[in-house]
C-alpha cells in the first residue's frame, strides 16, 4: 500500500530551507569519519598510559558537533573531555594546538576524503527540490560548512538553489551558527521571503533548534537513522514533522484531491495551542467568529471573514476597552440602564468579485477546501478557500 505523502502547500509557503550534510547530500558521513579521525588522534596524543576514550560517532558527534559551525564543534567537544586550549586564529596551521588548528585539521581531513570518496546525493530530496521549484517555490541551500560549495559543485546540484548561505557567508557577515537562527534568517532575507512562509528542512538538533528559535513557519526533520528517540529529540528541538526520507514530502495542492495532508505547524494533531476548523457550516459561523476573535488589550476584533457583512450568517465586530454606550429604555413601566459595547467601524472590509457576476459570497460558490486555523500562541487566524466559481 502507497504511503500517504504529506504536501508542502504553496497558500501557505512560498519558500523551502535545506540543510546540506545528510538532507541533500550523504556526507554528513564523510563529515563524522572526519570528525572522529581528528579527535581519536589527538585524544590518543593526549592520553596517557592507560589509553584514552574514542570520539563515539553516535553520542559525541550528535551532542557537540553535528550541524555546528567548526571551530564551535571542536570547541564543544574539547570542553566536554575537559581539555581547555587556546582558542587560537582562523589562520593557524592544521598541526596547530588551538581550537582554530584542530577545526582546519579537521576542514584538511574532510577535503581528503571527499577527493577519495566523492559525493552521492539523496536522490527523493534531489526530486522534491525539482518539484518545489516546478511549483514555483524558493529553495535556498544554508549549510555551518564551510565546504558548502565545493560539495554542490562536485555533485553538479548548485544550480538547484536561488541561494547559498554556508560557513563562509557566515563568517563573512559575522552571524552566530546554529543552534542561533542568524544563518536561517539571512537565506530568507536574500530570497525576500517572510519567515512564517518558509519551510526549514533540517537533520540536525542544532538545525531544528535555530529554525523554532528564528519562528520559521514549518520545520521538517529528517530522521534518517529512523529511531524513535532520535526523532522525539527532533520533535523536542522544534521539528513539526519528522520524517525518514523526503520521498514522504510532496510540493504543491493536488487538484483532484484534498484528502491529502496539508502541512502547516499549527495542523499537526495534539497541538494546544490551536483551533482548527474544517468545512463551511454558515450555523455555526457566529460561534467561529467569536471562539477566533483577536485582540491586544486595547481592541478586539471578532474572527469574521475579510468581506463578511451583518447578516443571518456573519456578524463582524471590533470593539475598543471601555467603548460603551448606556442607554435607558423604559419597560413594562420600568426604566432600564443597560451599557452595550459599541461596535467601531469595520476595518475587515475586502471583498472581490469575477467580472460579469455579483460580489464573491461563500454561499454562492462550490466550496472543495475549507480551513480555519486559529494559532493562540501567535494570535494568528488564517482562513484557506478553495472554490469553483459558476464559469469553471
Excluded at 122 to 146: C, H, W
Aim: proline share 3%; hydrophobic share 35%; with cysteine.
Amino acid at each position: 500500500m502507497a504511503t500517504r505523502k504529506q504536501i508542502i502547500n504553496p497558500e501557505l509557503f512560498d519558500a523551502v530551507l535545506f540543510d546540506l550534510d545528510g538532507v541533500v547530500t550523504r556526507t554528513a558521513d564523510t563529515h563524522a569519519s572526519a570528525w572522529k579521525k581528528l579527535f581519536d588522534e589527538y585524544l590518543e596524543k593526549k592520553g596517557d598510559i592507560d589509553g584514552y576514550v574514542p570520539f563515539d560517532l553516535l553520542d559525541d558527534y550528535i551532542k557537540y558537533v553535528d550541524g555546528k559551525p567548526r571551530y564551535k564543534g571542536v570547541k564543544a567537544f574539547i570542553a566536554s573531555r575537559s581539555i581547555d586550549i587556546p582558542y587560537g586564529s582562523v589562520h593557524d596551521a592544521p598541526d596547530k594546538e588551538t581550537i582554530c588548528g584542530l577545526g582546519n585539521r579537521k576542514n584538511q581531513i574532510f577535503s581528503d576524503l571527499l577527493k577519495k570518496e566523492g559525493v552521492k546525493v539523496y536522490e527523493s530530496t534531489i526530486d522534491l527540490i525539482k518539484q518545489l521549484r516546478k511549483n514555483g517555490f524558493k529553495t535556498a541551500i544554508v549549510s555551518s560548512s564551510k565546504n558548502c560549495r565545493q560539495v554542490l559543485k562536485a555533485a553538479d546540484i548548485e544550480i538547484l538553489f536561488d541561494t547559498r548561505v554556508d560557513g563562509v557567508v557566515s563568517e563573512s557577515l559575522g552571524l552566530t551558527g546554529k543552534p542561533e537562527p542568524d544563518i536561517f534568517l539571512e537565506a530568507a532575507k536574500r530570497l525576500d521571503t517572510d519567515v512564517n512562509r518558509c519551510v526549514v528542512v533540517e537533520d540536525a538538533l542544532s538545525g531544528v533548534a535555530a529554525g523554532k528559535k528564528g519562528g520559521f513557519g514549518m520545520i521538517i526533520g529528517v530522521n534518517r537513522t529512523n529511531q524513535a528517540d532520535q526523532a522525539q529529540n527532533l520533535k523536542q528541538k522544534g521539528a513539526h514533522l519528522v520524517v525518514n526520507d523526503l520521498c514522504e514530502i510532496k510540493a504543491g495542492v493536488l487538484a483532484k484531491s484534498f484528502s491529502h495532508d496539508l502541512i502547516s505547524p499549527d495542523l499537526e494533531k495534539g497541538s494546544s495551542w490551536t483551533q482548527i476548523y474544517t468545512g463551511f457550516d454558515p450555523e455555526d459561523e457566529g460561534r467561529r467568529e467569536t471562539l477566533c476573535a483577536l485582540g491586544n488589550g486595547y481592541f478586539v476584533t471578532r474572527g469574521a471573514a475579510p468581506g463578511a457583512k451583518d447578516d443571518d450568517v456573519h456578524y463582524p465586530g471590533t470593539y475598543l476597552a471601555g467603548g460603551y454606550n448606556r442607554l435607558k429604555t423604559k419597560i413594562a413601566g420600568r426604566i432600564v440602564e443597560n451599557e452595550d459595547l459599541v461596535n467601531i467601524p469595520n476595518w475587515l472590509c475586502l471583498n472581490f468579485r469575477i467580472p460579469g457576476e455579483a460580489w464573491f459570497r461563500l454561499k454562492d460558490v462550490k466550496i472543495f477546501l475549507y480551513r480555519q486555523v486559529l494559532n493562540i500562541k501567535k494570535g494568528v487566524l488564517t482562513r484557506i478557500i478553495k472554490f469553483r466559481d459558476k464559469k469553471k
